[in-house]
């Protein structure tokens, strides 16, 4: 694959001896463009190499997602209207007429019709269902995407193995689990509640320490964190018919394949409104908080879990942070949940005298 930016020009293309490795070679004229290219988007850039023998002088591996990742923060800064212009305010004119050059060459691809591939006239043939070729594709998990939020330093997340999306019957099926990958659909509504974007959540710290959902009446018990522990906070969001709502870490980060939605204390923000916060950027899910569950010692935090209630949002808005949005069956959990620190939150969500629910449910203005 050519591709000329302004930061240079480059042929990307995997060698036999990148496959196993999962790598792409990028190959340059000049090492400049390497170099640049990894000053921006690419740092992870392996070594780069000189022959004077082959017929890109300089090249360098890195890992396809990586590269991909590059490639689309490239398109994410895309900023200008012309690139020549651009090219000339970053390289010089030189490179620009250069480039200049090249158009010119390729523009025999417009004015020339010989240069025209034609398309089969009508629609392609498909196998026909349960075919052996149709069955294989159907099979065959999806590759790897960019996460349509950047993460806090405004970098793309590449999904290494995107989730597949359930059948959307299972939505209404109160004992079947939901997976909801990124970019997924969702029902308009669930339980008789619509699925709609939390238009006004959130976005400055004082906003989040009074943020809506707080249960100020809840009894808690004294919150010890021990001093080797960051304070945390998270929820088991309960569905009406019964089901949890749970979060895929992106790249299974922590070895999470499936978690409930916590983060840690902040900006000196109660547990609740922390809890409501992290509920909300890990699910896209605005809740309301509706029992204390325990405190639960982690691998690295001490964290309270409260019960909630799902009161408006869309696992559509899930953040970087979160790969899928599943809904499952209390029954499936044990299955889904393969970290050792969510089986104690298993247990206690299974004992009903663990948990001490409020009387009185947060009001919505």
């Known amino acids: 694959m050519w591709i000329i930016t302004s930061l240079g020009f480059f042929s990307i293309v995997q060698k036999t001896t990148d496959k196993a490795a999962g790598r792409l070679t990028i190959r340059a004229r000049v090492r400049s463009d390497l170099e640049a290219l990894q000053a921006t988007v690419l740092p992870d850039l392996g070594a780069i190499s000189e022959s004077k023998s082959t017929d890109y002088r300089f090249r360098a591996t890195a890992s396809r997602e990586l ?22 305010e970053v390289q010089g004119q030189k490179r620009e007429h250069l480039y200049h050059e090249v158009w010119g060459v390729l523009n025999k691809l417009q004015c020339d019709p010989g240069y025209e591939v034609k398309q089969p006239a009508g629609p392609v043939a498909k196998p026909a269902v349960g075919t052996r070729s149709a069955s294989r594709k159907a099979s065959k998990p999806p ?68 943020v809506p959902g707080q249960a100020p009446d809840l009894v808690e018990p004294v919150f010890n964190c021990p001093a080797d522990r960051h304070p945390a906070a998270g929820v088991v969001i309960l569905e009406q018919d019964g089901r949890v709502v749970l979060v895929s870490p992106s790249n ?31 699910s896209g899910l605005q809740v309301a908080i509706t029992g204390f569950l325990g405190d639960f010692l982690r691998t690295t935090t001490f964290t309270r879990y409260y019960l909630a209630r799902r009161v408006g949002g869309t696992p ?16 499936a959990l044990r299955k889904l949940l393969n970290g050792a620190a969510d089986r104690p939150v298993l247990e206690a969500l299974a004992s009903p005298a663990a948990v001490v629910c409020t009387d009185k449910l947060p009001r919505f203005p």
């Open 67 to 88: 590269v991909q990742a590059a490639l689309a923060q490239l398109v994410a800064q895309l900023d200008y209207s012309n690139f020549k212009n651009q090219v000339a």
């Open 143 to 210: 590759g790897p995407s960019v996460h349509p939020r950047p993460n806090d330093r405004g970098e793309p997340v590449v999904i290494r193995q995107p989730h597949q999306a359930s059948d959307p019957k299972a939505w209404g099926d109160a004992s079947a689990t939901v997976t909801l990958p990124v970019g997924g659909q969702v029902p308009g509504a669930l339980n008789g509640l619509a699925f709609v974007s939390w238009a006004e959540a959130p976005t400055t710290r004082s906003g989040w320490h009074d």
């Open 252 to 282: 299974a980060f922590g070895g999470y394949e499936n978690t409930f939605p916590k983060g840690r204390v902040d900006d000196g923000r109660s547990l609740q409104a922390t809890a409501i916060k992290e509920a909300f950027e890990k």
């Open 316 to 331: 559509i808005d899930m953040g970087w942070e979160s790969q899928s949005v599943r809904l499952a069956p209390q029954s």
